[in-house]
């Protein structure tokens, strides 16, 4: 049941508006509460009155009520949703959700959201193929909004292709699982380390590694999508992850991220160590620049803590502990090695020789080693499909209630 839960469906300018009605429906019958607000453009493909009359609640599609003179604010709208919902989306909101545009009321209310926010596109298939798309759907899905991708067939313009709306029935289903996830992974409490160290050897200068921290962060999405509770220790990167599902400590030092780690262990059901975490720190943090002249060509480092390695010492039995394993040689004998050494459940193995794998690429490929020595080899693809795959894997062959 969807009891209690309200969701916003914005509406925007295409014939495939007609199918909504019928995901009101089955919103509504579900217990939902629905607001639906249009663009002005989406009421010349289905009248608010028949939208009104299924969500019981009047349409908005502008900022003031012709009747009284009152003010839809916006941002009490953000507030009020449990999730947004735009669809379908035509590639002209698409594109000022993209760069912000706020000329209606359906994308004020987006930009004060606070909730998660689903878009399923729909327009024709030369449309859809369009860069300038592709690239915007890139940068929603950057905002953390989440695709739902539009299906193959016959389109309103008479040609076949991707571009049609999802059938109302699987966007139901996608929102039911968005708001009451069926994974035994709901309400489970994650903590993810991710991204590189930083240590400093003077005040401009440190020692770092390739790491981008985007496995991490892929990681920590795919959890929420299953109900979970995220926190990311976060080292420094060039990504901006604004999920509100999710909880950041960004951290810069080993040291900070073992702070931040062990601070949150104990009430973590399940532990990811995806970050790159410096195995050495300089044993003196230089005041000032080191200047080439005084010919200091050597720093003094000392090791840091091996934070994985802690825990592992100190788990319970009602924890998963799971690491990453970077290698450039004897790649599964060395995980192997880490994953008993270490006292993890799962190791997650990179390869530096696989092409498009490792830190600066958003593709990898990885194993899957678990302690009772089960190997499963994941493709090269996407880091978020990996992580997707991984959290799966997670859920189905070592979650326990
Ligand atoms: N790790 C950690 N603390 C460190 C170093 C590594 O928690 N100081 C974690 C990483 O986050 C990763 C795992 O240990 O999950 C393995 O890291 P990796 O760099 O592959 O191995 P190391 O144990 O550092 O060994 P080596 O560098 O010799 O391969």
Not at 316 to 340: M, R
Not at 355 to 373: D, M, R
Request: proline fraction near 5%; glycine fraction near 6%; aromatic fraction near 6%.
């Amino acid at each position: 049941m969807l009891k209690g839960k309200k969701i916003i469906i914005g509406i925007t300018g295409s014939i495939a508006a007609y199918k909504i009605p019928l995901l009101i429906r089955l919103l509504k019958k579900e217990g939902a509460e629905v607001q639906i607000v249009m663009t002005p453009f989406a009421t010349e493909f289905v009248t608010p009155l028949t939208l009104s009359t299924l969500s019981e609640k009047p349409v908005l599609t502008d900022f003031f009520d012709k009747g009284d003179g009152s003010w839809h604010s916006h941002v009490n709208l953000g507030l009020w949703a449990d999730l947004i919902l735009v669809a379908p989306l035509s590639a002209n909101t698409m594109a000022k959700m993209a760069t912000g545009i706020a000329d209606n009321l359906l994308l004020t209310v987006l930009l004060s959201a606070k909730c998660p926010v689903y878009f399923a596109p729909a327009m024709d298939l030369d449309m859809y193929k369009h860069p300038s798309t592709k690239k915007n759907i890139h940068t929603l899905e950057k905002f953390g909004y989440s695709l739902i991708e539009p299906t193959e067939g016959e389109l309103a313009s008479g040609l076949r292709g991707f571009g049609r709306l999802e059938e109302p029935e699987n966007i139901f289903s996608i929102l039911k699982n968005a708001l009451i996830p069926d994974s035994a992974l709901r309400g489970k409490s994650i903590l993810i380390s991710a991204g590189p160290t930083y240590e400093p050897i003077d005040p401009v200068r440190f020692l770092g590694n390739r790491s981008s921290g985007l496995m991490g962060i892929e990681l920590a999405k795919a959890f929420v999508k299953r109900g979970a509770i995220v926190k990311l220790v976060l080292g420094p990167t060039k990504y901006e992850l604004t999920n509100p599902s999710i909880s950041i400590e960004n951290v810069i030092t080993a040291a900070e991220m073992h702070q931040a780690i062990t601070s949150s262990f104990t009430d973590a059901d399940i532990t990811i160590m995806a970050a790159a975490v410096a195995d050495f720190t300089p044993k003196e943090i230089q005041k000032e620049k080191i200047k080439k002249a005084a010919g200091k060509n050597s720093i003094h480092l000392k090791p840091t803590i091996d934070i994985l390695k802690e825990l592992g010492s100190k788990k319970t039995n009602k924890q998963l502990l799971i690491g990453f394993s970077l290698e450039t040689e004897n790649e599964k004998e060395n995980a192997i090695k880490k994953l008993k050494s270490k006292n993890l459940d799962l190791i997650i193995l990179n390869s530096l020789n696989d092409k498009g794998a490792g830190f600066e690429f958003e593709t990898n490929k990885v194993s899957l080693i678990s302690n009772h020595n089960k190997i499963i080899e994941i493709p090269l693809k996407l880091k978020s499909e990996i992580a997707k795959d991984i959290v799966t894997y997670i859920e189905e062959e070592l979650i326990f209630e």
